[in-house]
């Protein structure tokens, strides 16, 4: 730490060690498309599959990295992470340009190594970027945080856009070799540069030797804002690569058809994103002032609700070669500038100097996990079911994460202060992550209702959508099972409060469920045809009970039930749970046995409900011995952790329930 002034020239070297990093960045995201096609001769109907495989590899190995870097950067500063990372991002970027050779050399394969250098690549900038975004909040106040990460992120997206874009015009007229070779060398220069201008540390480091969990836990439960800083950074960090991925795919695909080369495609592609940055970069000054103005909850309210406009549009898009995809492009582009500021600034905001590096690390992290899951889905929705799928899906949880920010405006007070409602818990983001699942039926619902003649989601029949909320119900009646044993092993109390919460999930994916057999069958066939499927396929009627049982639950779920049936009639009515998860499972089981397919995944969820029943039944047991033996289980849980705590054994014996009653 030091209490030297930030001076100008520390501000232009933070500028251009961001630029250079989003430059690495996308160049190797935007020529992965183009290397795997023209070097290693993936083609094929699983291109999108096997692009998104080497990003989420890349992702998923540099996000422990990332976290443990944030924390480590409290302690011991930023810039000598910043320059061993680029110094890692050089050496992954040169040997992808010898994956070929070294990969057969080593006996691999070319395509295997090329995934270990794009990791090698991800850990280097895993190193760098969260780094130099903490640097930016150190040197900052609330007042002018937004005016500076305006600029910051100008600056990373100049490098990884304009310049992006006017790189990739390279391999039509000078190869593609000679585009890496430049990232290898933009690498080497942000190394020198951190090296030979070392950033001040200015904030206090941290003296605590272990992760921070409880520190960090406690600041996102008790700060709504936080969390909606959070549930933003999973849910949007990944559109802006996945534009540069699926885009480029598209043009790729879609290329040969329209009478345009590899090169040609990879140009316009390259163009198209180019303008993107452009918009982004004349859109941040605007987005800084409006957040310092109007608030940062509003700031990602707004920023959401255009880039979805955005998505969406490139949705209903024809074909990508045509001018027309500028306007949606540009939608997206000024919906992404507040959506990259506004997040960051407030959990800046909101966190202590010494824990920004460990509070980053996480938001980095979950954004990290949010490119993991959205780049897979929509690889494989970009093979399955088209090159619009992407764009839609992305559009509709941008439309989620909006409405989830305008509801947070009445409990922003605009400042630093705690807000208005604390201590909410983390009910609205598990909320959110619930409702993800349907938002690719709601797809197919928007796509197939006419926006779209040849929309991508055309082909795809009801009954997928049938198997497929109901598989959800089943996913969410398990997690309800699996809350208890969780919150018991991990001692996290605080999971007993989404207990109804995820139960209400699996009853509503189960009307889904029933909704889209009822339309499948109506909209199809006759009810004469309805009623003899009912006894042919055994499986419907146990599906109707336990939907019948599962309806039953929930409503009597709600405390005035409770109360009006008495606490041990409305505990034994909630049991009834354990019978509902028999039920649907032998529906799953049953159902998969009758078509034929499906069977490994039924036995999979078999064990797992094996697994959690006898847990239960091994827990009642125990209480119940215990209880035969005149012994309180309460007392002897409270006794056992006394001992834990004093460094003792647990104890031999526990009170007896009748000295407890006299007493």
């Known amino acids: 730490m030091t209490d030297r002034p930030i001076q100008p020239w520390h501000w232009n070297t933070l500028y251009l060690l961001l630029a250079c990093s989003t ?102 900038l895993g190193a760098v970027w969260p780094q130099l975004t903490v640097l930016a909040g150190d040197y900052t106040t609330y007042e002018t945080r937004p005016g500076q990460f305006a600029k910051v992120l100008f600056m990373m997206t100049f490098g990884g856009s304009v310049i992006y874009a006017v790189l990739m015009q390279i391999p039509e007229y000078g190869g593609l070799y000679v585009v890496m070779a430049l990232t290898v060398l933009i690498a080497l220069g942000g190394a020198w540069l951190a090296r030979g201008h070392h950033l001040p540390d200015v904030a206090p480091h941290l003296g605590q030797r272990t992760y921070p969990f409880e520190q960090l836990r406690k600041l996102t439960a008790n700060e709504p804002r936080m969390q909606l800083a959070f549930v933003s950074a999973f849910f949007s960090r990944s559109d802006m690569v996945f534009v540069a991925m699926f885009l480029m795919l598209w043009f790729l695909n879609y290329g040969k058809f329209a009478g ?130 992407p764009f839609v899906l992305i559009g509709l949880v941008n439309v989620m994460v909006m409405t989830y920010a305008f509801s947070m405006m009445p409990y922003d007070t605009g400042a630093e202060t705690p807000a208005k409602k604390p201590k909410i818990g983390f009910k609205p983001v598990v909320f959110s992550v619930c409702l993800l699942p349907m938002l690719v039926p709601l797809m197919w619902l928007v796509d197939s209702g006419g926006a779209n003649h040849h929309g991508a989601f055309g082909g795809l029949p009801l009954g997928y959508w049938n198997r497929y909320t109901g598989v959800w119900a089943l996913n969410f009646l398990i997690i309800s099972l699996a809350l208890r044993p969780m919150r018991e092993m991990s001692k996290v109390a605080q999971l007993a409060r989404y207990n109804r919460m995820i139960g209400l999930f699996a009853f509503f994916y189960a009307v889904l469920h029933v909704l889209t057999y009822l339309w499948l069958e109506i909209g199809g066939h006759s009810l004469s045809h309805m009623w003899s499927d009912f006894w042919l396929r055994w499986f419907i009627p146990i599906g109707i009970i336990a939907f019948v049982l599962l309806t039953v639950l929930a409503i009597t779920s709600h405390k005035y039930w409770s109360k009006r049936l008495g606490g041990k009639q409305w505990k034994f009515l909630q049991r009834s749970v354990y019978a509902v998860n028999v039920l649907v499972l032998l529906h799953f089981i049953v159902a998969a046995d009758m078509a034929d397919s499906g069977m490994a995944k039924a036995l999979v969820y078999t064990a797992i409900v094996f697994a959690l029943f006898t847990y239960r039944v091994r827990q009642y047991m125990a209480t119940h011995d215990m209880l035969r033996q005149g012994l309180d289980p309460e007392d002897a849980k409270k006794a056992a952790k006394l001992a834990k705590s004093k460094g003792h054994g647990a104890p031999k014996t526990a009170k007896p329930v009748k000295a407890k009653a006299e007493a």
């Open 23 to 124: 430059i690495i960045m996308t160049l190797s995201a935007g020529l992965q498309p183009l290397f795997l096609n023209e070097v290693l001769g993936v083609t094929g109907p699983r291109v999108g599959v096997i692009n998104a495989s080497v990003q989420t590899a890349a992702e998923v190995v540099s996000l422990g990295l990332i976290a443990f870097l944030g924390y480590y950067s409290d302690r011991v500063g930023r810039g000598p992470i910043v320059y061993i990372g680029f110094l890692v991002a050089a050496a992954g970027a040169f040997l992808a340009i010898l994956s070929p050779w070294l990969g057969a050399m080593l006996g691999v394969g070319a395509l295997s190594f090329y995934f270990l250098t794009r990791i090698l690549v991800f850990l280097g």
């Open 260 to 389: 345009f080369s590899r090169e040609e495609a990879v140009a316009v592609a390259g163009g198209v994103l180019g303008v993107l940055g452009i918009v982004i970069m004349v859109a941040l000054p605007a987005w800084g002032m409006f957040i310092r103005q109007r608030g940062r909850v509003l700031g990602i309210a707004v920023g959401m609700a255009i880039s979805a406009a955005g998505f969406l549009g490139i949705g209903l898009m024809g074909t990508p070669f045509t001018p027309w995809i500028l306007v949606p492009i540009a939608l997206i582009g000024v919906g992404q500038a507040g959506c990259l500021i506004s997040p960051q600034v407030m959990a800046m905001d909101h966190t202590p100097k010494n824990l920004r590096g460990t509070v980053m690390g996480a938001f980095s992290v979950l954004g990290g996990l949010g490119i993991i899951f959205f780049v897979q889905s929509g690889g494989m929705l970009f093979d399955i079911v088209g090159p619009h799928a």
